[in-house]
């Protein structure tokens, strides 16, 4: 069992298992098996008297990958504070190319799909998948700087904050102002009983910190704001004492179950029978914005932010280095896949291609990245063992 969790907090298993899980998804929609999966998905359970009605689907995609945006949260915590992003000078080179992230696939995708109802979707090609990317790195990365993995650490979790703030301000809907406040009490609360940790009523403050964070998750839902917005708060509001103990226990269940279930959830999609004339501007204005808009935005913003560096200073990272981390970043999947449902939660054939222009242009950029990081890693290896 142990070894199955260790497996479990690698970098490549939980990558391949993500793309496994979406694959999985996107061929049983495709099957005669559609039908009574589809029916799973849609079936509703309430909780009485709450006014909380959801679908299955909804249960994973605004109920469990809460618990991976708290685990997100808590890293982003750390890392604000004590890891790669604790000082100016060094968040200042990942913030400028994480802003060419954002800004380049925006405007690919509004050029392609920025008229009429599609418009909405620009925000979905703005994510980065932490751990796509980062198994993508492991994997073929083998005999690259350290600076690549530390640079691209620090570019998704900028990333993994604009996607927070696009789900939190775009995606909210008649707002119940008394709910939001309520849940604001409620994470005050929890952030006070993580405070008592480690206590000799440490079971029972954990008990009553995951009755509150239940709590906590049901109130923003009720507010309008997107329920995994829950999660970010009380990710950022657990002392840091125990949230290293806690990603280490939800880290197997994140990347072993809620993350495989979601992505199978959501490439739960029937492929249009349609000409590829014929096919959404969505797709299109996703599936080329995610990887072309990623790689030139990341590397040419991140080349910027070399050269404004300090004067006589060696560069951080290469320009090819800097291409490989562009690559890297255009895997979008999670993050990406929920903008899509979010963006287009109204239109069901329009998001179902919005979610395959995210799987087809994260494909793409994965496949990228494996033939130019190889090759980056390859380079890297061989100045090397000429050097020594």
Avoid at 61 to 90: C, H, P, W
Avoid at 340 to 360: K, S
């Amino acid at each position: 069992m142990s070894d199955n969790r260790n497996l479990l907090r690698t970098q490549q298993f939980p990558a391949v298992l993500l793309l496994l899980a979406a694959a999985l998804g996107l061929l049983l929609a495709n099957l005669p098996t559609f039908g009574p999966i589809d029916a799973v998905l849609g079936f509703h359970i309430a909780i009485p008297g709450t006014g909380i009605d959801l679908s299955i689907a909804h249960w994973i995609s605004d109920g469990i990958l809460a618990i991976f945006f708290f685990v997100v949260a808590m890293e982003l915590q750390y890392e604000l504070t004590r890891g790669e992003l604790n000082s100016l000078s060094k968040a200042v080179q990942p913030a400028i190319a994480a802003a060419g992230g954002v800004l380049v696939p925006i405007g690919i995708y509004l050029l392609i799909a920025g008229e009429g109802a599609t418009a909405s979707g620009w925000p979905i090609p703005t994510a980065t998948d932490i751990a796509f990317a980062l198994g993508v790195l492991a994997v073929f990365g083998k005999g690259l700087p350290a600076a690549v993995r530390v640079f691209l650490l620090a570019l998704a979790i900028l990333d993994d904050i604009i996607g927070i703030v696009f789900i939190a301000v775009l995606f909210a809907h008649d707002l119940n102002w008394l709910y939001l406040l309520l849940a604001l009490v409620g994470v005050a609360v929890f952030a006070v009983l993580s405070r008592l940790l480690p206590s000799k009523a440490s079971a029972l403050i954990v008990v009553a910190m995951i009755v509150v964070g239940v709590i906590v998750w049901a109130l923003v839902l009720l507010s309008g704001i997107h329920a995994t917005i829950a999660g970010v708060m009380l990710g950022l509001a657990i002392a840091q004492a125990p949230s290293m103990p806690t990603r280490h226990v939800l880290e197997p269940w994140v990347n072993g179950a809620i993350l495989p279930i979601f992505a199978f959830a959501a490439a739960f999609v029937v492929i249009p029978q349609l000409a590829l004339s014929a096919l959404s501007p969505a797709f299109f204005g996703v599936a080329l914005a995610l990887p072309v808009g990623k790689i030139i935005g990341i590397t040419a913003f991140g080349w910027v932010a070399v050269r404004v560096g300090k004067k006589g200073a060696p560069p951080a990272l290469r320009l090819p280095d800097l291409l490989a981390a562009g690559t890297l970043g255009g895997i979008g999947f999670t993050v990406s896949l929920l903008l899509a449902n979010l963006a287009f939660a109204d239109d069901g054939a329009t998001r179902d291609q919005a979610i395959l222009g995210v799987l087809v242009g994260s494909l793409i950029a994965l496949l990228l990245s494996a033939v130019i990081v190889t090759s980056r890693a390859a380079w890297h290896r061989r100045v090397t063992a000429a050097s020594s």
